[in-house]
């Protein structure tokens, strides 16, 4: 794990996103209707991915397990493609696009599960990070 002691304490945010596409428009209704099998999907996913967030220093060897002041997690459907944005704050040593992106991932993770039942064709695709702020480096609009 690389040496954090002597960096300060500085906010830091990061956003992150990650998109689903389905197969067809079906799918997209029973999402917005609620009729998919396993549940509220995007309230489930949400969950997850909270969970998602949290566990990142458990499952990543040299990511720094650190407080995690503010979790969001919004999505946008655009024809056949849910895009994920999961937005993740702290006052720390270090950076949580690690966690943001980790975040993104598991509720893509976690739609794919939902949604399989009904649909076979579901692809993930574009985990990426979409802007940090605080420390050295501020990444805005990547």
Excluded: W
């Excluded at 917005?32 to 967030?53: C, D, H, I, W, Y």
């Excluded at 990142?56 to 655009?78: A, G, M, N, R, S």
């Excluded at 702020?133 to 990444?139: L, R, V, W, Y």
């Amino acid at each position: 794990m690389v040496d954090i002691t002597q960096k300060k304490n500085t906010y830091r945010t990061a956003i992150a996103q990650a998109l689903v596409k389905v197969g067809s428009k079906e799918t997209i209704t029973a999402i917005q209707n609620g009729t998919v099998p396993k549940g509220n999907v995007f309230e489930m996913s949400r969950a997850a991915g909270f969970l998602g967030v949290k566990k990142t220093p458990d499952l990543l060897p040299d990511c720094h397990p650190l407080p995690i002041e503010h979790t969001k997690i919004d999505y946008t459907i655009d024809g056949l493609t849910i895009e994920i944005q999961v937005m993740v704050k702290t006052y720390y040593k270090t950076g949580v696009e690690v966690e943001a992106m980790h975040g993104a991932s598991v509720v893509a993770l976690n739609l794919y599960d939902m949604l399989k039942p009904i649909d076979k064709n579901i692809e993930i695709s574009t985990i990426r990070l979409l802007k940090k702020t605080g420390g050295k480096s501020d990444i805005n609009n990547l």
